[in-house]
């Protein structure tokens, strides 16, 4: 009620993290480094790999990382909200080329109308420290 009379609430400009859930070894390019090792193991079992980063200058050190171990396609982005930018990489080991063949794939993998979650399950398999894989089975 108080945002409709133009009061707004206190911003909270502390981080609610604690120290262990917010600082990894080798911080942000140590963390994306380590999921980048991961999706050379796991590969085209994920289409795309996924991170938003902080700083920038972060941004070239993990685009040449991937390029320089072989990954086809990286991607970028810049997300702004108001002051804030953060900067966003993806790579998927598909190409342009072979994207017609992994498409076909999801469009198979779509649950079929009137089909029961509950004949589904889940399991999960730690690979390393920075990633953790949810196998999905019919």
């Known amino acids: ?3 409709m009379l133009g009061h707004r609430p206190a ?3 502390e981080c609610p993290g604690t120290d262990v859930e917010m600082v990894t070894d080798g911080g942000e390019v140590g963390f994306v480094s ?6 050379l193991i ?5 289409v795309w790999y996924t991170s938003m980063l902080g700083k920038q200058k972060n941004l070239l050190i993990l ?9 086809p396609t990286v991607q970028t982005s810049i997300l702004t909200q108001g002051r804030t930018m953060r900067w966003a990489i993806a790579w998927s ?9 992994m498409l076909d ?12 979650c509950e ?13 953790i894989l949810y196998y999905y089975y019919l």
Request: charged share 35%; proline share 2%.
């Open 1 to 3: 009620m108080d945002c």
């Open 11 to 13: 911003v909270q400009r």
């Open 34 to 39: 380590r999921m980048i090792e991961d999706s």
């Open 42 to 46: 796991i590969g085209k079992n994920i």
């Open 63 to 71: 685009k040449n990382k991937l390029e320089s171990r072989g990954v």
């Open 93 to 101: 080991f598909y190409t342009l080329e072979n994207a017609p063949e």
């Open 105 to 116: 794939k999801s469009k198979k993998r779509k649950r079929k109308k009137g089909a029961s």
């Open 119 to 131: 004949s589904r399950s889940f399991s999960l398999e730690v690979i390393s420290s920075s990633i």
